[in-house]
C-alpha cells in the first residue's frame, strides 16, 4: 500500500521519490514501494538558517559551547578579563610553569585562550571561565609526550547509577575539581611560548628571549588526560576506592560510588559517608562542592524523594540549541521523521539534482552537520526517541541533500514540542527477581541494499539506561535470522550489566530477561533447530545461546510484537504506537510520571 501526500489531486499518479522508502508494519519493503514527494510538503519549508554571529556579539547560545577570546573581548571585556586573571593566577599558584629562556633545538608550542558560559540548571548565567590550552597539535611524539588516553564516564553507568539511587533513595552530591590537569606533575620536558595577556600577572618577560617550561599538565596536552586519570586512580585506591570492572571511572568502597567525568565527579551513597568521602577529596584538591547534582555533564537532574523519582532531561541544551538555530520559534510536530522514512544509503542517491536531493552548498552542509551532531548527542545522552531518526540522517554527513536537512529541520521541530521530555526512574516500582529488563528487535530487509537495521534497550527501576539503533553487520536471509542477530547483540550488554551488577555488590534471585518478539528466534536460541536455515550464521552470533542462556546468565522470552519497545528503534513508528513504546521505556514530560504526555497542540 502507498501513501498519497497532500499535494496530489484525485486520480493523479503520485511524484515518485526514489530518496526514500516506505517501511510496512513488518518491517519488509514491497517491491517498487515508493514515498511520494508530497510528504515533503508536510515539513517546514523555511530557508536555511545560520547563526549570526554579529547580532550575537559572539556569546554562545547553548551551553557548554566554547567562543574565541576574541568574540569574548567584544562583548564584556572586563568581566573576560577578571576571567583571565583567574586563570593565570591559578597557574602561578600551582607552580604549573617555570620562566626559562628560550631552548635550542626544541619546539615551543604556542597557546590559546578558549572562553565558555557556565549555566546553572535553570538556564541563568553561572561564571564565565576562561581556560588557557596549549596547542597540542605541535607536539612531537616521543620528544614531548609518548603515550595518550582520555578515560570518560560511559553515559549506561551513569544512568544506571541515577536509577539505583532512585530506588534506594540515595544521596547525590556534585564536586568539580578547579584546574584539574594542573595537579598531576609532568615526566616530559613541554616548553610553551609566553601566552596572551600573560603581562595581567607578571610583568617584564620578553616573549622573544623567554618561554614557559611546564611542570604540570596544561589542558590541550595529549598527554594530560592520562596523567591525570593516573593521579585521580592512585589518590582514590589510598583512600580504599576501586575502580569497576564494568567502567573504570566508577570507583566502589562499601556502598559508596563516585563517578569521575574528567574533572566533574559524582558522589552517591548514605549522607554521612558522601560527606565523609567529599571532605577528603577537597583537602587533596580544590574543589568546588555544588551539593545535591542538578546539571552534571549536560544532564539536568530533577528528583522528588517523596516519590522516590528521579528524571534526567535537556531542557537547557534544547532550548539553547533551537536559539542557535533560529527555531525557537519554529511549529512542533509528532515525530521526528515522517513515520516509515528509510533513507537511501549514500552510495545509492541519484546523480541528478533535482529541488528535493540537490547536494548543499558548503554553508547548508555545514548547518546541517552542526544539527546532526546535536541530535546525535541528545541521542546518546537523554532522548532515545531521537535514535532510529538521528542515525538515518547521520549517515549523509558528508554530502547532505536538500531533503536531508528539511528531515533534520523537523526532527528539530519535534524537539520544539517535547523539549522538556526525559527519562524518569521511579523507585517505589518492585524491581522484581533482577533490576535489569532488556529488549531487541530487528526489521528485516528495510535498508536500501536490503540490510537489516536492529535495535536493542535495558531499563532499570523502569527507565530505560542503555540503547542502541544501528544497522546489522551482515545481510539476514529471514526475519528469523535478523532478530536472532538482533538478540545475540543484546546479550552483549546483559553481559556488561552482570559486570554492573557485581561491582555494585548487588545479587539477584535470577538473571535478567530477554524480550524478543519472533517465537523462531527464541526457538533457536534455546535449542539449536532449524539446521538447514540457520547453518550459515556467523559463530558470533551463537554467543547468546551458548555464552549466555545455556550458562544460566541471560532468560529470553516472548512479547506480542505490537507490545515490542525495541520496535521505535528499528523504524519509524507512527504517532500513537511511537508513545506509547516511548512511555514503556520510561520517556516523561514534567508533572506525567504514569504515562507518556505530550504538550496539548501535538495532541490533536
Not at 183 to 197: K, Q
Not at 301 to 315: G, M, N, P
Not at 433 to 458: C, H, I, K, M, P
Not at 467 to 482: I, K
Amino acid at each position: 500500500m502507498t501513501e498519497t501526500g497532500p499535494a496530489e489531486g484525485k486520480g493523479q499518479k503520485p511524484t515518485l521519490n526514489p530518496m526514500i522508502f516506505k517501511a510496512t508494519r513488518s518491517g519488509r519493503i514491497p517491491k517498487k514501494t515508493v514515498f511520494p514527494d508530497g510528504v515533503s510538503l508536510l515539513i517546514e519549508e523555511s530557508k536555511v538558517v545560520h547563526m549570526d554571529g554579529e547580532s550575537n556579539h559572539g556569546i554562545p547560545t547553548a551551553p557548554f559551547e566554547a567562543i574565541t577570546i576574541e568574540e569574548a573581548m567584544k562583548s564584556d571585556p572586563e568581566s573576560w578579563k577578571k576571567a583571565i586573571i583567574r586563570e593565570l593566577q591559578s597557574l602561578k599558584e600551582t607552580n604549573t610553569y617555570s620562566i626559562v629562556k628560550i631552548p635550542k633545538n626544541r619546539k615551543v608550542i604556542s597557546s590559546k585562550w578558549v572562553c565558555r558560559i557556565k549555566f546553572k540548571d535553570d538556564g541563568e548565567c553561572l561564571s564565565h571561565k576562561a581556560r588557557l590550552v596549549i596547542r597540542g597539535l605541535e607536539q612531537q611524539y616521543g620528544v614531548d609526550y609518548f603515550e595518550t588516553f582520555a578515560s570518560v564516564l560511559k553515559f549506561a553507568t551513569l544512568r544506571a547509577l541515577l536509577a539505583k539511587a532512585a530506588a534506594e533513595d540515595l544521596e547525590i552530591d556534585q564536586m568539580d575539581v578547579d584546574t584539574a590537569f594542573l595537579n598531576p606533575d609532568l615526566e616530559e620536558e613541554v616548553y610553551m611560548e609566553i601566552p596572551e595577556f600573560f603581562e595581567l600577572v607578571t610583568l617584564g618577560v620578553n616573549p622573544k628571549q623567554y618561554c614557559l617550561r611546564l611542570r604540570k599538565a596544561l589542558y590541550g596536552l595529549k598527554q594530560a588526560p592520562r596523567v591525570w586519570f593516573k593521579t585521580v586512580n592512585a589518590f582514590f585506591a589510598d583512600l580504599g576506592f576501586k575502580p569497576g570492572n564494568s567502567d573504570p571511572n566508577l570507583f566502589i568502597r562499601n556502598g559508596v560510588y563516585i563517578l569521575l567525568f574528567v574533572d566533574d565527579m559524582l558522589v552517591i551513597g548514605k549522607r554521612s559517608e558522601v560527606d565523609h568521602v567529599k571532605a577528603t577529596i577537597k583537602k587533596k584538591w580544590k574543589c568546588k562542592d555544588l551539593g545535591e547534582a542538578k546539571l552534571f555533564i549536560g544532564f539536568q537532574i530533577q528528583r522528588d524523594r517523596t516519590a522516590k523519582s528521579l528524571r534526567i532531561h535537556q531542557t537547557l541544551y534544547i532550548t539553547k540549541l533551537l536559539e542557535r538555530l533560529g527555531m525557537k520559534d519554529c511549529n512542533a510536530v509528532q515525530l521526528p521523521i515522517p513515520a516509515g522514512t528509510v533513507l537511501l544509503q549514500p552510495s545509492d542517491l541519484p546523480e541528478d539534482e533535482t529541488s528535493e536531493y540537490q547536494l548543499l552548498d558548503k554553508l547548508e552542509a555545514n548547518l546541517y552537520c552542526q544539527i546532526v551532531g546535536s541530535l546525535l548527542y541528545l541521542g546518546n545522552c537523554t532522548r532515545l526517541d531521537l535514535s532510529y531518526a538521528v542515525g538515518q540522517l547521520a549517515r549523509h554527513m558528508s554530502k547532505p541533500r536538500t531533503l536531508h536537512l528539511r528531515l533534520g529541520k523537523q526532527t528539530l521541530r519535534y524537539l520544539k514540542g517535547t523539549i522538556s521530555m526525559g527519562i524518569l526512574y521511579i523507585g517505589t516500582n518492585h524491581e522484581g527477581t533482577n533490576a535489569y529488563t532488556l529488549y531487541s528487535d530487528a526489521t528485516w530487509g528495510t535498508e536500501s541494499d536490503r540490510v537489516s537495521f536492529q535495535g536493542w534497550a535495558a531499563t532499570r527501576a523502569n527507565g530505560a539506561i542503555l540503547w542502541t539503533a544501528q544497522r546489522q553487520r551482515s545481510t539476514a536471509q529471514s526475519s528469523l535470522e535478523a532478530e536472532f542477530m538482533a538478540g545475540s547483540e543484546a546479550s552483549k550488554e546483559a553481559a556488561w550489566l552482570e559486570k554492573l551488577t557485581d561491582d555494585l555488590k548487588e545479587e539477584y534471585k535470577s538473571p535478567p530477561i530477554l524480550f524478543i518478539d519472533n517465537l523462531g528466534a527464541i526457538d533457536l536460541i534455546y535449542d539449536h533447530k532449524f539446521h538447514k536455515k540457520s547453518k550459515h550464521i556467523d559463530i558470533r552470533y551463537n554467543y547468546i545461546r551458548t555464552d549466555m542462556v545455556q550458562a544460566q546468565r541471560l532468560r529470553v522470552e516472548h512479547i506480542p510484537g505490537n507490545e515490542q519497545p525495541a520496535d521505535i528503534l528499528t523504524k519509524q513508528l507512527p504517532v500513537d504506537q511511537f508513545r506509547k513504546h516511548i512511555n514503556t521505556l520510561g520517556m516523561r514530560a514534567p508533572g506525567h510520571s504514569q504515562s507518556c504526555q505530550l504538550p496539548q497542540e501535538l495532541s490533536h
